[in-house]
């Protein structure tokens, strides 16, 4: 699978089988998550892995009943919590570079994506989940005040596709030379 095939093809998967991912295939997503870009190499992400049932069931309760990841959160065979350290990208000498203050956010994004896409050229389903009680998360798996919780995934081989919502057209948000003027493709 070459990579625009994995970016395309890439969707967020709610239901999963309950096949195990072997320990070799995990090491294989951390590897590549290892490779992700960062501010200044400065690899902010921790990665949480909950394979126990009880420890999944406990992180679904911090989830909103209406989240439609809820189920997929015990369903699959492992979740994973992404973190990040706090004051570390964008930062330099303990002080911010820039007015975007902590870049933790984003450099957990790109190592999510990197989660993402690598897991589903192994044949492997993600859903990222954003919308939790992110200090209910971090009292349940211990996390300490410097690190913060950003984002969940289950992990584990698709039960069903997942539908592929529609997307904008590239001529809706790219722009040549100046913000207003609107691409024509
Ligand atoms: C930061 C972020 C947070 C998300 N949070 C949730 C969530 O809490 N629950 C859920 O079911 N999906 C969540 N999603 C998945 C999106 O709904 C999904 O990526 C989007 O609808 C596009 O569908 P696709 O991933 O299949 O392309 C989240 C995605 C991102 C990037």
Not at 61 to 90: D, F, Q, R, W, Y
Not at 127 to 143: C, Y
Request: aromatic share 8%; proline share 5%.
């Amino acid at each position: 699978m070459d990579l625009t095939e994995a970016v395309k093809g890439r969707r967020s998967i709610r239901k999963y089988k309950p096949d195990p991912v072997a320990e070799e295939v995990f090491r294989a997503l951390m590897e590549a998550v290892r490779w992700s870009p960062s501010w200044a190499n400065t690899q902010c992400w921790e990665v949480i892995a909950v394979r126990d049932a009880k420890g999944k069931s406990e992180l679904a309760t911090a989830l909103a009943k209406g989240n439609p990841a809820l189920s997929a959160m015990t369903e699959a065979p492992l979740v994973i919590v992404l973190c990040g350290k706090k004051g570390v990208a964008g930062f330099k000498k303990g002080e911010a570079t820039t007015a975007k203050g902590d870049w933790l956010m984003f450099d957990t994004g790109l190592a999510m994506q990197t989660l993402c896409l690598t897991a589903h050229t192994l044949g492997l389903g993600t859903v990222i989940v954003g919308n939790f009680d992110h200090q209910r998360v971090a009292e349940i798996l211990g996390v300490p005040q410097n690190v913060e919780v950003v984002a969940i995934t289950p992990l584990g081989y698709p039960g069903a596709e997942g539908i592929a919502p529609k997307r904008k057209e590239t001529s809706e948000f790219v722009f040549n030379e100046k913000y207003s003027v609107k691409d024509k493709l």
